[in-house]
T-cell receptor, first 112, second 112 residues
C-alpha cells in the first residue's frame, strides 16, 4: 500500500525565516510526486511535479527536491502570503494510472 | 477560462435521501477524480476515471457511485447518504495520469 507522510503538521515562521517541509513516501515504484498549495475553503492548486531522484524545481520562493524516499519543499524568505496548507501526493507505477495518494499536509503560517 | 466546476457548493441533506454532486471540466481532460477531505485524514480518493465509461475505485469508495458517460462530466452519486459522509468533496481533472490535477472549488456536504 502506498503511503505518504508529511511533517511537520504545522509550521509557524516569521517573515523572512527560511525553512523546509518534508514529504516521506513509500511506493514500490514512483510514477510522479506532486506538491500542491491549498488555501482555506479552496481546492488545491498545483505547484510542482517531480519524477526521479535528484530532480529539483523552483518557483519564486519555493524549491522542491526529490530523493528515493522523500521530497522537501524549501521556502526561502517566506512572506505572509505564503501561508497555506501544502500537500504532497504520489502516483505509483504498480497501481492503475490515475490513482493518487495524498499526505495530510503541512499548514504553514508566516507572521509579518 | 479553463476550469473544473462543481454543483452544488453547499448541501445539507438527511440520511437516506439520494443525492448527486455534479462535476464538469472544459479542458478536454482524460482523467477525472473525486476526493473527500476530512480534518486529520487529508485528501482521500473516492473514485477515478481514465476515460469515458472507464472508472476505478480509490481508497474510500464505499457508499459512493460514479459514472462517466461524457468526457467532460463525472458526477458523484450517494444512493443513501449517512452522517459519516459529511465532508468536503473535491473533483479534479488531469490531461494524463502523470500530469498535475486541476481541482474544483469543493462541495461541502452535511448529512443529518
Amino acid at each position: 500500500e502506498d503511503q505518504v507522510t508529511q511533517s511537520p503538521e504545522a509550521l509557524r515562521l516569521q517573515e523572512g525565516e527560511s525553512s523546509s517541509l518534508n514529504c516521506s513516501y513509500t511506493v514500490s515504484g514512483l510514477r510522479g510526486l506532486f506538491w500542491y498549495r491549498q488555501d482555506p475553503g479552496k481546492g488545491p492548486e498545483f505547484l510542482f511535479t517531480l519524477y526521479s531522484a535528484g530532480e529539483e524545481k523552483e518557483k519564486e520562493r519555493l524549491k522542491a527536491t526529490l530523493t528515493k524516499k522523500e521530497s522537501f519543499l524549501h521556502i526561502t524568505a517566506p512572506k505572509p502570503e505564503d501561508s497555506a496548507t501544502y500537500l504532497c501526493a504520489v502516483q505509483a507505477l504498480n497501481t492503475n494510472a490515475g490513482k493518487s495518494t495524498f499526505g495530510d499536509g503541512t499548514t504553514l503560517t508566516v507572521k509579518p | 477560462e479553463a476550469q473544473v466546476t462543481q454543483n452544488p457548493r453547499y448541501l445539507i441533506t438527511v440520511t437516506g435521501k439520494k443525492l448527486t454532486v455534479t462535476c464538469s471540466q472544459n479542458m478536454n481532460h482524460e482523467y477525472m477524480s473525486w476526493y473527500r477531505q476530512d480534518p486529520g485524514l487529508g485528501l482521500r480518493q473516492i473514485y477515478y476515471s481514465m476515460n469515458v465509461e472507464v472508472t476505478d475505485k480509490g481508497d474510500v469508495p464505499e457508499g459512493y457511485k460514479v459514472s462517466r458517460k461524457e468526457k467532460r462530466n463525472f458526477p458523484l452519486i450517494l444512493e443513501s447518504p449517512s452522517p459519516n459522509q459529511t465532508s468536503l468533496y473535491f473533483c479534479a481533472s488531469s490531461p494524463t495520469e502523470i500530469y498535475e490535477q486541476y481541482f474544483g472549488p469543493g462541495t461541502r456536504l452535511t448529512v443529518t
